[in-house]
Structures are given as structure tokens and as C-alpha cells.
């Protein structure tokens, strides 16, 4: 697909292969709720295990913390390529039977978001906190979502948002026929919208909402492997939606820590929720009525001129000016 070969591109851009595999403290944080992952996986064991950590299971029962589904894995596995520094803190939230019809099953290549049948709450109650408190991440990607709000799941996601931790969630697949989806529709939350490889708004998206970002980016014919065939097959829905601007903001935030030299308090607002969404914001243009987010339209006409006749230490400072500029007008 060319939009994953130029997002490619524009990883390499930005020096994701300059950064230690040693430095892990200093890596962008990801915890990743789902079915798990097969670690035994090949493609698992591809992306590198040390930055895929051994699932936790958060089911009432002494189930076996690896995916019997193939969704978590597929999730997981996408977000690696995508996010090739981030480390990756996997919660199983479900078990593959309690998956089927109920959440994420594919009718038509469509993925539905998950309506939580026979998922209890308190499965991701437990990974929100357990993210916040123990793994202490810096974001928590939520691939699915319900219909009806729940207070214990919102208030877990704002203790979250208190510890400077971004939520980023997908916004649902039913069209105008349903609102976004929970969590994401809360204010507190990114919810993001998928598009194919134009950019153009995918038809499944719940209709944009007046006086908040709608934030789009790609999510349709995500190519995956296919657990029961071994074989390779394409994905569509905002979960992976959500998972595409989860990776966009960890190789922007992990190149910032690295490579702009910020003093301490712009740096720790730039990992804020505030900063995820202005950095957001700054690759994303009008279209559809949806804020599309291609990351390479961060690059300014500045930008493409250091990039094609600068040299490197002029390039950052171009990015690192234009980034800060920026903060200084949202604060």
C-alpha cells in the first residue's frame, strides 16, 4: 500500500533507526488493551520480544495469558511495525469465545468494535489502572468500544489523563446510525476515525461532532495474518485506526525526548494529552468534515528545504522551532 510505504519514509525521517534497543527507559510506553499475543508468533518474534512484553491477563479465571483470537496479536504485531521504539505492555481483556459475534468478528471485511457481550467491565476497569499504576505508561490504546457509558471505565480514564497518561480509542464502526463509541466519545479521550489510503472518510465512521477534533487516519485493508489460515489478509475498522495515530504520536514524542533537546517542562507537556492532540492537530488537514492525520503533513515548506539542502543539526532545529512555536500559542 503507498500510504504504508511513505509512512515508512517518514519514519526513517525521523532517525527511529538511531535509537538504542538499550535506552528502554527512555521509550515511549504502550499499553495495548485486547485478546493478548501469541509471543510463539513469528512475526511476534520478528518485531522483537523485547519491546513486545509477556501479556497480563486481567479474565476472572486462570486462563492462559496468551491469544487464542489472533485480534490481539494482529493488533499487536501492527502497532511493532508501525512504532519501531515503542515498548508495547499487552492487557487481555477477553478470551477468543467470548470475541466471537459479540466484538470484532469480520462481516464483509468490516471489523465491528466490540459491544462487550459477555466481556465483563471490570476486565478493563483492572487493565486501565493496572496501566496507570504498574506499568506506568504513556498511553493506552482502547481498540474497541460500547454503546453505553460506564462510570467506573470513565473514571478510570481520567485518573489516567491526571497522571499525564493519553487514551486513544476507537470511535466505532456503525456509521451514522450510532454515535462514537465509549470511551471515545469522552472529552478526555482521542477518538479516532478511519480512512483508506486517500485519506477519504471510511463509511463506517459515526458522524463527526461539533466542537471537538475528529480525528481520521488510515484505517482500511490493513494487511494482517489470518490466525486459522496462516495466510495474509486485510483489516478495516477504527481499531486499527486508532492504532495507526497511536504509532504517529509515539514516533513523534520518542524523537522529541531524543533529538530536540527540550527543557523538561515543554518536553513533559508534549507527552501530555493536551500535547498528543496539538501534535495531532499539527499533521492533520480538513477533509470529509474529519481531521485527517497524514504525519507527513507536519513537514512545513521550511522543513522540506533543511531536509533537501541542511544539515541534520539544522533540520532539527527547524522541527524543534516550529513545535515549540506551536505549543507556546495552545498554552
Known amino acids: 500500500m503507498v500510504w504504508l510505504k511513505r509512512y515508512r519514509q517518514w519514519v526513517g525521517v525521523y532517525g527511529q533507526d538511531g535509537i538504542s534497543y538499550s535506552s528502554e527507559p527512555s521509550r515511549y510506553k504502550i499499553a495495548v488493551l485486547c485478546t493478548g499475543v501469541d509471543r ?19 479474565l476472572d479465571n486462570e486462563a492462559d495469558s496468551s491469544d487464542t483470537h489472533g485480534w490481539g496479536t494482529a493488533i499487536v504485531c501492527f502497532l511493532a511495525e508501525m512504532s519501531p521504539s515503542a515498548m508495547l505492555y499487552v492487557a487481555k481483556i477477553a478470551e477468543g469465545n467470548q470475541m466471537a459475534q459479540s466484538a470484532l468478528v469480520a462481516i464483509e471485511k468490516v471489523e465491528l468494535i466490540a459491544s462487550f457481550i459477555g466481556i465483563k467491565l471490570t476486565m478493563l ?9 504498574d506499568w506506568s505508561v504513556d498511553m493506552i490504546v482502547v481498540p474497541l468500544g460500547m454503546e453505553y457509558h460506564d462510570r467506573g471505565i470513565s473514571a478510570a480514564i481520567l485518573e489516567a489523563r491526571q497522571h499525564n497518561i493519553t487514551v486513544v480509542a476507537a470511535a466505532g464502526n456503525s456509521g451514522g446510525n450510532d454515535r462514537v463509541a465509549f470511551p471515545a466519545r469522552m472529552p478526555s479521550v482521542i477518538a479516532v476515525h478511519a480512512t483508506d489510503g486517500h485519506g477519504n472518510p471510511s463509511l463506517f465512521n459515526p458522524s463527526p461532532v461539533k466542537a471537538r477534533k475528529n480525528f481520521s487516519t488510515l484505517g482500511e485493508s490493513i ?10 489478509c486485510y483489516m478495516t475498522g477504527t481499531a486499527w485506526a486508532a492504532c495507526t ?30 500535547g498528543a492532540e496539538l501534535l495531532l492537530e499539527l499533521m492533520s488537514s480538513d477533509r470529509g468534515g474529519y481531521n485527517y492525520v497524514a ?9 522540506d528545504e533543511r531536509m533537501a539542502h541542511g544539515s541534520q543539526a539544522e533540520f532539527i532545529n527547524t522541527v524543534k522551532g516550529q513545535v515549540v512555536a506551536a505549543m507556546r500559542r495552545s498554552r
Open 245 to 274: 495515530a497511536a504509532a504517529i504520536l509515539s514516533v513523534v514524542i520518542q524523537f522529541a525526548r531524543k533529538r530536540l533537546e527540550m527543557n523538561g517542562e515543554d518536553l513533559q507537556w508534549l507527552n501530555s494529552p493536551e
Open 125 to 133: 476497569l483492572k487493565a486501565i489502572r493496572y496501566a496507570v499504576h
Open 40 to 58: 510463539k508468533n513469528k512475526f511476534v518474534r520478528i518485531h522483537n520480544q523485547r519491546r513486545i512484553l509477556p501479556p497480563r491477563n486481567f
Open 295 to 303: 504525519p507527513w503533513l507536519f513537514f512545513s515548506g521550511e522543513i
Open 223 to 232: 494487511p494482517t495474518i489470518s490466525k486459522s489460515t496462516n495466510e495474509e
